[in-house]
């Protein structure tokens, strides 16, 4: 069975700061990896996305994650937080044979202070 | 511009009552899903369709509630008696499968069921 951990379910930003949130996973086969977002009063969007190839992979607004396999993780970062980033993000994990089933992380909040 | 769209968006009904929540996923996605949204229990996956056959509906309470696809652009979800701990919020989500690359979901933006 496949599960997902976020460290922290609200992280408080200043903006212009870094942004880091944090994501391990655990899977019995290669996984494919996800990062979405959802602002209030909206579905989920997604941000960026593993499946295979490089490990560092770019995705909206400025969102980058990697995908360590020895370290189980895929941690999102964002160099520069904006107010607009304030919103829910959630990590989520698909096993290649599950086809396209969603595990999802419990969700950190980001709060971006002016 | 292709989307997952749901209806109603908001519902507030009085427990005991039938509860129907309708999803028209993305033209030509073959896979459908369910999940709900609590504050307790996060983002959980009730039900999903391949291709109109339910796959797994194993995080869905069998006794009340209920999933279809009757055609390739409706899905519904229902529920029968509700009750006030199946407040929560609905997300109907599509994809296609075997991927082109793909790979992701694409969320519709939920129904916000209250049940009193």
């Known amino acids: 069975a496949q599960s997902v951990t976020q460290l922290g379910s609200h992280v408080s930003v200043s903006e212009g700061a870094l942004v880091l949130l944090r994501c391990n996973y655990s899977?019995?086969?290669?996984?494919?990896l996800f990062w979405y977002v959802q602002y209030p009063n909206q579905g989920l969007q997604l941000l960026l996305k593993?499946?295979?190839?490089?490990?560092l992979v770019k995705g909206i607004n400025g969102f980058e994650a990697e995908f360590k396999k020895s370290e189980t993780s895929f941690h999102l970062t964002k160099p520069s937080a904006h107010m607009s980033d304030a919103a829910e993000y959630f990590c989520?994990?698909?096993?290649?044979?599950?086809?396209?089933?969603?595990?999802f992380g419990g969700g950190t909040r980001v709060l971006v202070k002016p | 511009d292709a989307r997952v769209t749901q209806t109603p968006r908001h519902k507030v009904t009085e427990m005991g009552q039938e509860v129907t929540m309708r999803c028209q996923p993305i033209l030509g996605h073959n896979t459908v899903f369910w999940y709900r949204q609590t504050m307790m229990q996060g983002l959980e996956l009730l039900a999903y369709?391949?291709?109109?056959?339910?796959?797994?509906d194993s995080g869905m309470p069998k006794d009340r509630f209920s999933a279809e696809m009757p055609d390739a652009t409706l899905a519904t979800l229902k529920i029968q008696p509700s009750e006030p701990r199946d407040s929560a919020v609905y997300f109907c989500?599509?994809?296609?499968?075997?991927?082109?690359?793909?790979?992701?979901?694409?969320f519709g933006p939920g129904t916000r069921l209250t049940v009193t």
């Open positions: 593993y499946t295979t190839g490089a490990t």
């Open positions: 369709f391949r291709n109109r056959a339910p796959l797994d």
């Open positions: 989520a994990v698909s096993e290649r044979a599950a086809g396209n089933k969603l595990t």
């Open positions: 899977s019995s086969v290669p996984p494919y």
């Open positions: 989500a599509s994809g296609l499968v075997p991927g082109t690359g793909d790979y992701e979901q694409y």
